[in-house]
């Protein structure tokens, strides 16, 4: 448990080489600036311990996941989440372990925060 906010990052879940990697790259200045500052999505930006944000660095699913082991379900959920609401793509070795992940978890359905915006749309 952390008690002090000081020991707390503020982190990408798709960190943001990931998502340049993944088609942000194509993106206006003004586009990526939005991604990098989302405050719409709740799962985009999650406050992690300092040593869990170094560890996981710009990494995907299939280089790191979380390690306490119940949180993989969530991180993995709201992993594509975030890919999804920003058509961002994955790779082979990414989309294997996302699906090999996902079949363990729970059968909850997906939605992202532009779906449940009032029309809102990337």
Known sequence: MVEEAGRLDVDHLVPLAEAWDSGASTWTAAQRQE?????????????????SNRSKADKDPSQWLPPYQPARCRYVTEWVAV???????????????LTELAGACPNVPLSTAAESSEGATR
């Not at 890919?83 to 372990?97: I, M, P, S």
Request: charged share 30%.
């Open 83 to 97: 890919k999804l609401r920003w058509a961002l793509t994955v790779d082979a070795a990414e989309r294997d372990t």
């Open 35 to 51: 991604y990098a500052n989302d405050l719409d999505d709740p799962g985009h930006l999650v406050a992690v311990t300092a040593r």
